[in-house]
């Protein structure tokens, strides 16, 4: 079985998010299970900056924009820790924009005001690469069983596939992409490529596809509704999130179309790469441990910790940890109402990420009220996140939502207890320290509910108690969540299951 695995950005060669952890682990955790895999993503600049060895083919192709054809070429690398082929779509114009330096990324530029706004031709760009991705099958000769397409930003191939390549001539290549199926993955529907209905002689699709029921949205076409209604199934990253997004609290009005498909709908948890994200061989940390050593190894990584981010090293004071973009979705406005009472109570909080420059305020703005207490750095450190799970004694994730979540999972593996709103991912991977949990040994971290300070205050205050009174419980909290497996190749397994089903209905 073969699988061609389309994403905007890929570990090893660009990220912003999970999306890139988790296109850079499953197709080498499905490999292992033996199917023919290969990776496309587009060549940006931090790309072709960045340590990936990379060689031009000689596979140069010309797509139809409205009256401007934009020309296009197939690079070529290797995913890393595998022989796994990525090919990298180079189009300089669309994808060799992106500078920290300058404040330009993917997706995304930062104005002259801090804040940030999407490229105005991402409709094109992302059309381009979806276009590329089904014209790399015919010139690399590598026909897939499946075209596994991620997100928005390839949510125009399966339209693609169907209205102009499954027209194509001759017959034989009209026939090959006609045995191919789709599975659109989506990682987060709050992010769906909203553009301007203007755009569509641009992308080379018909007004006749521009209705409610296909690509139309509000005035808008969608690239992520395009997905989930031409592909041939959808799934997303957990068994709760693919129930909340058919409500209409959780669907960003795309409930309907999903209520419909529903039955061609479902969530895999992701997984978690433990050659990285493992504290017995992580590279980053001060020391290893296991769940065996967990009491005399994690606090050798705290006091590391604590000591790199200025805070006072003080064995006993229990350490909060926060690893997050620093949006609305993440609940940073809980936390800041939070804080004060929280604080009060006598932890440190260490905090990493960046994202919203009022929330780059308001934490520097209680960074400064908590001098020593409260440590924030507004970056993305990927070498701190791996100290930050293993040294915090608690890890905050107070979601407003979370289609899957991934840090809650490497802190079950550090032994570092997650606090968690009982939300997609969230809700199916930690388990509350509730008698009945304790006893049936299952409980793993600190759940609440409603989406309250309140409510994530007397959370976190449970665990804190729990932390300082009961020290017995709290190691076999940590080790219940350290034997946990929430590997890739648990998830690997459901993602074949989907590809054969796919390729039963041929």
């Known amino acids: 079985m073969r699988c061609l695995f389309a994403a905007s950005e890929v570990t090893g060669f660009a990220k912003t998010g999970g999306l890139a952890d988790v296109a850079g682990s499953l197709p080498r955790a499905l490999a292992r299970r033996g199917v023919d895999m290969a990776v496309i993503l587009p060549l940006y600049g931090s790309v072709r900056r960045g340590p990936a060895p990379l060689e031009p083919t000689e596979h140069v192709f010309t797509i139809p924009f409205g009256d401007q054809p934009v020309t296009g070429r197939l690079w070529r690398s290797?995913?890393?820790?595998?022989?796994?082929?990525?090919?990298?779509?180079?189009?300089?114009?669309?994808?060799?924009?992106?500078?920290?330096?300058?404040?330009?990324?993917?997706?995304?530029?930062?104005?002259?005001?801090?804040?940030?706004?999407?490229?105005?031709?991402?409709?094109?760009?992302?059309?381009?690469?979806?276009?590329?991705?089904?014209?790399?099958?015919?010139?690399?000769?590598?026909?897939?069983?499946?075209?596994h397409i991620n997100d928005w930003q390839t949510g125009l191939v399966p339209v693609y596939l169907r209205e102009i390549y499954r027209q194509t001539k001759p017959h034989d290549l009209r026939q090959r992409y006609e045995r191919m199926r789709t599975l659109c993955t989506i990682h987060n529907l709050g992010y769906q490529g909203l553009f301007t209905h203007l755009d569509m002689p641009v992308l080379s699709l018909p007004w006749k596809l521009f209705n409610y029921e296909q690509l139309e949205f509000y005035g808008h076409i969608n690239f992520l509704k395009a997905g989930i209604v031409f592909a041939d199934l959808i799934n997303t990253v957990s068994p709760m999130y693919a129930r909340e997004i058919?409500?209409?609290?959780?669907?960003?009005?795309?409930?309907?179309?999903?209520?419909?498909?529903?039955?061609?709908?479902?969530?895999?948890?992701?997984?978690?790469?433990?050659?990285?994200?493992?504290?017995?061989?992580?590279?980053?940390?001060?020391?290893?441990?296991?769940?065996?050593?967990?009491?005399?190894?994690?606090?050798?990584?705290?006091a590391h910790l604590q000591k790199a981010c200025g805070l006072a090293v003080e064995p006993n004071t229990p350490l909060l940890g926060m690893i997050s973009r620093l949006v609305d979705q993440k609940g940073l406005d809980l936390l800041l109402e939070a804080a004060p009472a929280l604080l009060r109570q006598g932890p440190q909080l260490v905090v990493l990420g960046e994202g919203d420059p009022a929330y780059h305020v308001a934490l520097l703005k209680l960074q400064e009220k908590y001098p020593g207490q409260v440590a924030v750095k507004l970056v993305q450190d990927e070498k701190l996140a791996h100290q930050i799970e293993a040294g915090a004694d608690i890890f905050l994730m107070p979601s407003q939502y979370e289609p899957c979540g991934l840090n809650q999972l490497y802190s079950l593996k550090y032994g570092t207890l997650p606090v968690v709103r009982a939300t997609g991912g969230l809700a199916d991977t930690v388990f509350d320290a509730s008698n009945k949990n304790l006893e049936a040994g299952k409980a793993t971290g600190f759940v609440f509910v409603p989406y309250a300070a309140a409510e994530f205050l007397e959370a976190v205050s449970r665990a804190l108690d729990c932390y300082r009174r009961q020290p017995r419980t709290w190691v076999a909290l940590q080790q219940t969540g350290m034997r946990q497996d929430w590997s890739w190749n648990r998830s690997a397994a459901e993602y074949e299951g989907l590809y054969r089903r796919l390729v039963n209905t041929r």
């Open 246 to 302: 058919q409500t209409l609290y959780f669907g960003c009005g795309l409930q309907g179309v999903l209520l419909q498909r529903a039955r061609q709908l479902c969530g895999i948890v992701n997984g978690v790469d433990y050659h990285r994200w493992d504290p017995a061989h992580d590279a980053h940390l001060a020391a290893h441990y296991d769940a065996d050593s967990v009491a005399p190894g994690k606090p050798v990584c705290k």
């Open 78 to 147: 290797t995913l890393p820790q595998s022989t796994i082929p990525v090919y990298l779509v180079e189009q300089k114009e669309f994808f060799e924009r992106d500078d920290p330096a300058l404040g330009r990324g993917l997706y995304q530029f930062t104005k002259t005001d801090g804040t940030r706004a999407d490229y105005l031709d991402n409709s094109r760009r992302f059309a381009f690469f979806s276009r590329a991705v089904l014209e790399a099958v015919r010139l690399l000769d590598f026909w897939p069983d499946v075209l």
